[in-house]
C-alpha cells in the first residue's frame, strides 16, 4: 500500500457515512436533478467526486454503455438522458442495483436501463459489448489483507488494487471495437502508477482526460502526522478528482 494519505482519508470518509449520528437522507439533489438514495448505497452528495465524474463521461447518442460500480445509478441515467439505447448498470452491491432501477424510473428511461447484482462483469454474458464503459473506482488503496465490513466499505477501497487489476484484464472481452473506458479516480488519494500498470499490462493506453482541484481545511480531518505532512501553510489540504480515458493499443 503506497498512498497512506489515501488510506487515512478513506477511514474517515467511512467513518463519517457510518457514523449513526450522521443524518440519513433518502433523496437528494445532484447535477441539478433529484435522486433517490437508499440506506446501504453509498451517499454520492459526500464528496465532489461522483457527481464530476458522472458529468465528464463522454456520453454518445446510440451508443451502448456501461456503468460499472453504479451504486445510485446516476451515470446509467444520465447515459440514457443522453441518447444511449442501451445500458446496462452494474454493482456487487445489490442495494445499489435496486438503487439504480428506482432512479431509473423516477427519470423515465427503465425501457433503456438494465441493472444487476454483479463482482465486476460476472453478471453479463461473454459476448456482451460496449461502446463506453465506466467506472468511479474504489480508488483508496487498503493493505492487501484488509476485510470488507460492508458494502460502504467495498464503494471507497480497493485491497491492493486487486479489483482494477482484474476489471482491465476482463473489459477487453466486453468492448466493441473502437470502444472507450473512463475511469473516475484521484491522483492525491488513489494509486495512479498502479493504475496505469494494470491498464498497460492489459493492452491498454491511458490519457488523463479531465482533472479538478479541491481545496479540503485539514481541521475537517483528525489530527495525524500523515495529514500534517500533507498540509500546506494555509491549512489545506490538496485533492483532486481525476478521470482517465482508456483505449486498447
Known sequence: M???LGYELGNWVVSQIQSPDRPTQTVFTLLDQEWELLPEVFPPYT?????LFASWVPYEKGSRFLEMGC???IAAVL?????SEHVVALDINPAAAENTRRNAAKHGVSDRVTALASDLFDALEPTETFDL???NTPFIEAPESRPY?????RAVFDPGYEMV???FRDVAGHLAPGGTVCIGTSEAMGNKDKLLRAAADAGFE???HRSESAELPAADFPRSPVVAAHTNERGIVDMDFTMYTFQRR
Do not use: L, S, T, Y
Open 2 to 4: 503506497d498512498n497512506k
Open 47 to 51: 464528496d465532489p467526486g461522483p457527481g
Open 71 to 73: 451504486g445510485a445509478g
Open 79 to 83: 447515459a440514457a438522458q443522453n441518447g
Open 133 to 135: 464503459v465506466f467506472w
Open 149 to 153: 465490513a460492508d458494502q460502504i466499505e
Open 165 to 167: 487489476r482484474r476489471f
Open 206 to 208: 491511458g490519457h488523463r
